[in-house]
């Protein structure tokens, strides 16, 4: 039997949550301004998954470039608690939808779609 394509949705934290989305996983390293906790119905937050400050702080900075930004942030997800956290997620949505969470304004220029990417490539 062929393995099922992992259903992974991207959405803003700040959206009303749907039965469709599944396991919610917040995927910012800070919690979102001005939503209660009660309120954004979250499943997981592995924060080994988040960009780090360091990098963060440098793409919003003046030589920030997204493809760079990916690229670093691609080797971000290869340390072994990324990687392993990245495994755990590949895991739950080889079962069932899981909708990555962000605060940002824009989620294809942010680290979601890159980790939207890797959860849909087969693991190790």
Wanted: proline share 9%.
């Amino acid at each position: 039997m062929a393995a099922s394509t992992p259903t992974v949705r991207v959405r803003r934290v700040y959206d009303t949550p749907s039965p469709d989305d599944g396991v919610r996983v917040l995927v910012d390293r800070l919690w979102p301004r001005g939503l209660r906790k009660a309120d954004a119905h979250i499943d997981e937050w592995p924060k080994a998954l988040t960009p780090s400050t360091e990098l963060r702080h440098w793409y919003h900075g003046p030589d920030g470039a997204y493809e760079e930004f990916c690229r670093r942030y691609e080797a971000e997800l290869a340390a072994p608690d990324a990687a392993a956290a990245l495994d755990h997620l590949r895991g739950i949505a080889a079962r069932e939808t899981v909708t990555l969470l962000t605060a940002t304004k824009d989620p294809t220029l942010s680290h979601t779609s890159v980790l939207r990417r890797e959860l849909e490539r087969p693991g190790p």
